[in-house]
């Protein structure tokens, strides 16, 4: 069944605040199979935040995460995120069309600090596939 087209526009609870710390950028690092070497976390650590509003959207939405397939992922900062802030992450659906039975979903995230400052906006693009006839 396609994904309704009234989700355009529509913006998704905030995730819960998430502590940066050097503890959780080192094990980010880490997976990469990189060293952390102190200073500001890499460009691509915010996914740790976006991915958890996209789950969240997924499961308001009953979109089954094994029927995604992750398109393309980019990132806009405003400042370098480093240990110590605490950020939110909120989804807006941006977009949405269907094609040979898969829906094409744009997402955006603006993660944003404790301040409630823009840190870095994120959009991605899912693929969700339609059920196999």
Not at 18 to 36: M, N
Not at 50 to 58: C, H, K, S, V
Not at 93 to 106: K, P, T
């Given at each position: 069944m396609p994904v309704d087209?009234?989700?355009?526009?529509?913006v998704f609870p905030p995730t819960r605040p998430y502590a940066v710390t050097e503890e959780a950028v080192r094990t980010f690092?880490?997976?990469?199979g990189?060293?952390?070497?102190?200073?500001?976390?890499?460009?691509?650590?915010?996914?740790?935040?976006?991915?958890?509003?996209?789950?969240a959207f997924l499961a308001a939405e009953a979109i089954e995460l094994h029927r995604i397939v992750h398109g393309e992922q980019r990132f806009a900062y405003e400042r370098p995120i480093v240990p110590g802030d605490v950020l939110t992450a909120t989804l807006t659906v941006?977009?949405?069309?269907?094609?040979?039975?898969?829906?094409?979903?744009?997402t955006t995230s603006e993660i944003t600090?404790?301040?409630g400052a823009l840190v870095c906006s994120t959009s991605a693009t899912l693929v969700h596939?339609?059920?196999?006839s």
């Amino acid at each position: 069944m396609p994904v309704d087209q009234s989700l355009v526009g529509r913006v998704f609870p905030p995730t819960r605040p998430y502590a940066v710390t050097e503890e959780a950028v080192r094990t980010f690092v880490a997976a990469t199979g990189d060293e952390y070497a102190g200073g500001p976390a890499p460009a691509t650590f915010p996914i740790v935040l976006a991915f958890d509003a996209m789950n969240a959207f997924l499961a308001a939405e009953a979109i089954e995460l094994h029927r995604i397939v992750h398109g393309e992922q980019r990132f806009a900062y405003e400042r370098p995120i480093v240990p110590g802030d605490v950020l939110t992450a909120t989804l807006t659906v941006s977009s949405l069309r269907q094609i040979a039975g898969n829906d094409i979903i744009g997402t955006t995230s603006e993660i944003t600090d404790d301040s409630g400052a823009l840190v870095c906006s994120t959009s991605a693009t899912l693929v969700h596939r339609g059920a196999a006839s």
